[in-house]
């Protein structure tokens, strides 16, 4: 059985329990007793579940002296792969050197996201990591921020955001707003439209002012009963990116349309239409190359076409089998590809 602030006591399996830890749908104060068991435990004390959390390895300093934490985060939309990695991260020593990872199944993503991140602390207990889906973006398109947020104090936190140097649009907004329970965390998308033309621009994500805050807090207060924290002071972060010439776009694009060929093309050379995901199940070349696609960004792309390892065609031909590790885990493609 589980139990967590939100949840009533309720009889699971331990896939079902990991499933949710690995969607933010029960956190680190939730409990577990086994029916052999007379007492309940802190989920994230048990073994077979531990790993499945958000590590957090840092220490925290003073009010307002913490840092910025360097860490390493990875969203998919594989439940399994996203288990696999939290699982392979926890037994990594080299891990152990980062100031935090977690590995979240989100099953909205498009397309599998490991990344170096970094997380800020913007309220007491209340920490933001941003992962960006590509640092560099064509022009009249859009820059994918995810937003991971943790509460790691032990009351309900509601906290926003405001974006500055760019207009989000009005259906994102509502993203910029957590709340959440004790122990637990979530994902939440922000796309910012990339129309400020060609070059290096910037959008920083800050608490909300005094005044604003204050106004929030009554506003809220009357809605919830006085669950909205009040945090004074103001905190946040920037992030870079850059918008690409039409021209540089166009080559981005055409190949983009290189690599999916090349995909394409591994398909009918093993006369396959699915991939083998290593664990019973099949997934279609549909599913695989409409994801595979999304994994295209042109930040990968152009990283591609920069590397000296060999030719752009054989680089870029190459992200494939990084995307089916990275989405899969499947090492050794060539053993994947099965006929429907």
């Known amino acids: 059985m589980i139990t967590d602030a939100d949840l009533p006591p309720a009889t699971m399996t331990t896939g079902q329990i990991l499933a949710m830890i690995g969607q933010g749908r029960v956190g680190l104060a939730s409990q577990v007793r086994r029916a052999s068991e007379a007492q309940w435990t802190r989920t994230a004390d048990r073994p077979e579940f531990a790993y499945a959390f958000p590590q957090m390895r840092f220490t925290p300093g003073a009010k307002g002296k ?11 939309s594989n439940p399994s792969r996203a288990l696999d990695l939290s699982r392979i991260l926890a037994a990594d020593p080299q891990a152990r050197s980062l100031g935090f990872w977690f590995s ?6 498009p397309a599998p996201i490991v990344r170096r991140s970094r997380l800020f602390p ?58 959440l329970h004790p122990g637990r965390w979530a994902v939440q998308l922000v796309s910012v439209p990339t129309n400020r033309g060609a070059g290096e621009h910037s959008v920083s994500f800050k608490t909300r002012s005094g005044a604003e805050r204050a106004a929030t807090a009554v506003a809220v207060g ?80 152009l990283a591609a076409l920069r590397s000296k390892q060999a030719a752009p065609e054989v680089v870029i031909a190459s992200l494939f089998d990084e995307f089916l590790f990275d989405a899969f885990g499947i090492k050794g493609s060539q053993n994947a590809f099965v006929a429907g």
């Open 122 to 179: 913007l309220w007491g207990g209340f920490w933001v990591a941003p992962i960006v889906e590509s640092s560099v973006v064509k022009p009249d398109g859009w820059l994918n921020v995810y937003l991971a947020a943790f509460n790691l104090t032990k009351r309900q936190q509601e906290h926003s955001l405001r974006a500055t140097d760019a207009e989000i649009p009005e259906g994102m907004r509502g993203n910029l707003s957590f709340s």
């Open 222 to 301: 009357v809605l919830t009963l006085g669950s909205f924290i009040y945090a004074p002071g103001s905190s946040g972060f920037s992030l870079r990116y850059t918008v690409l010439t039409p021209e540089t776009a166009q080559n981005v694009t055409q190949w983009e349309g290189y690599a999916m060929q090349a995909a394409d093309r591994r398909f009918k050379e093993a006369g396959a239409n699915a991939i083998d995901d290593g664990k019973g199940g099949r997934i279609s070349q549909a599913t695989v190359l409409q994801q595979f696609r999304a994994y295209l960004t042109p930040s990968l792309l």
């Open 104 to 109: 979240a199944h989100l099953d909205w993503i």
């Open 66 to 76: 913490t840092p910025p934490v360097l860490g390493f985060t990875a969203l998919n």
